[in-house]
C-alpha cells in the first residue's frame, strides 16, 4: 500500500506534467472544437474541424475581419493553426503591410528583425493596435510561416478615394497593377454601399469611394495571384476586412484573372448575421 506522503508528491508531479501540457498547446487550437460553422452551400451546423478538412485543398482561403475585433483575429489564428498542424504549406497573406515591406516581413520570419524594429514596422504600416495582431505574427515566426504583404502604398487608395481614379499620376500609376481602370458600374456600387453601410456620402463621393476599395481589390489579387505563379503546392490565407473578403470584392478579381481556387471564411458580426448571408458572400461563416 502506497504511504499518503508518496502520494501527494505523485498527483503533484502528475497535475505538473498536466499543466506543463495544457500550457504548452499552440495558441491557435483552444477553440477549435467549441466553434459551430454555417456551411453557406446548404445552411448546415458543422465543425470546426469538419471545415478544415472541406478546405484543406484550397489555394487561398480568405478570412474577413472587423479590424478592432480580437475574436476575429483568434479565428484567424485557430485556420492558420489547424492549416499548420496538418502540414499543409502554408503562407499568410496581409492587408495589414505593403508589398514594399516584403524584404523586411521575410527578415521577420528568418529571426533576423527583432521584435522591437518589427512592431514600428507594423505601425508603419496600419494603425490598429498591435496586441490584435501579435499572436498572429509572432506564430509565424516561431513557425516558419512566410509573411506576404498584398497592400499598396496607402497615399493612393486614399488619394482616389478623395479625388477619384483619374486624378492619380503617371509615377502614382506606376505603383498600382498594369492594365486597371477601376471602372465602377452600378452592382459594384450596391456591393460597395451593403459591405460598408456606415460609409454615407454624396453620389460624386461615394463614386470615388467604390474606385478606392476596387484598386484595393484589385492590387491584393494582382498581388496573390503572382505569388502563386512561382510557388505552387501551397496554401494563403489571407487576412483582410471583412468589405474586402466578400466574393464580390477582392476574391472575385481573383476569379476573373486566375484559375486558383478560393473559399471565404466570415465571422458572425452585426452588419451581416448568419440569415443574411448568401453563397454570393461567403462558403462559411463562424458562428458566436
Request: charged share 25%; net charge neutral.
Amino acid at each position: 500500500m502506497q504511504n499518503s506522503w508518496t502520494a501527494v508528491p505523485l498527483f503533484l508531479m502528475r497535475l505538473g506534467l498536466a499543466l506543463f501540457f495544457l500550457l504548452s498547446l499552440p495558441r491557435g487550437g483552444e477553440c477549435h472544437a467549441e466553434r459551430s460553422v454555417l456551411r453557406v452551400s446548404d445552411r448546415k451546423i458543422i465543425s470546426f474541424s469538419r471545415m478544415m478538412d472541406e478546405i484543406k485543398g484550397t489555394q487561398v482561403v480568405v478570412i474577413g475581419e472587423n479590424h478592432d475585433n480580437p475574436e476575429h483575429h483568434q479565428l484567424q489564428l485557430d485556420v492558420i493553426d489547424a492549416f499548420h498542424q496538418a502540414d499543409r504549406p502554408l503562407v499568410i497573406g496581409l492587408e495589414m503591410f505593403n508589398a514594399d515591406n516584403q524584404r523586411q516581413l521575410d527578415r521577420w520570419i528568418a529571426g533576423k528583425l527583432d521584435k522591437p524594429s518589427f512592431i514600428r514596422l507594423y505601425y508603419d504600416n496600419w494603425r490598429m493596435p498591435w496586441s490584435l495582431y501579435s499572436e498572429i505574427f509572432l506564430y509565424a515566426r516561431d513557425h516558419g510561416i512566410p509573411l506576404l504583404g498584398l497592400n499598396i502604398e496607402q497615399g493612393i487608395p486614399q488619394k482616389v478615394a478623395r479625388r477619384g481614379f483619374g486624378s492619380l499620376t503617371r509615377k502614382e500609376l506606376k505603383k498600382v497593377p498594369s492594365g486597371i481602370t477601376c471602372d465602377v458600374d452600378a452592382a459594384y456600387m450596391a456591393f460597395i454601399r451593403r459591405a460598408y453601410t456606415t460609409h454615407t456620402r454624396d453620389e460624386k463621393s461615394f463614386v470615388h469611394f467604390c474606385e478606392a476599395q476596387k484598386l484595393w481589390n484589385v492590387a491584393m489579387a494582382s498581388r496573390i495571384i503572382g505569388y502563386f505563379e512561382k510557388h505552387v503546392g501551397q496554401t494563403m490565407v489571407v487576412l483582410t476586412g471583412t468589405g474586402h473578403a466578400l466574393k464580390r470584392g477582392m476574391p472575385a478579381e481573383i476569379g476573373q484573372s486566375s484559375h486558383l481556387t478560393y473559399k471565404v471564411i466570415l465571422p458572425e458580426f452585426p452588419e451581416m448575421a448568419r440569415k443574411d448571408v448568401t453563397v454570393n458572400d461567403a462558403d462559411y461563416m463562424i458562428l458566436e
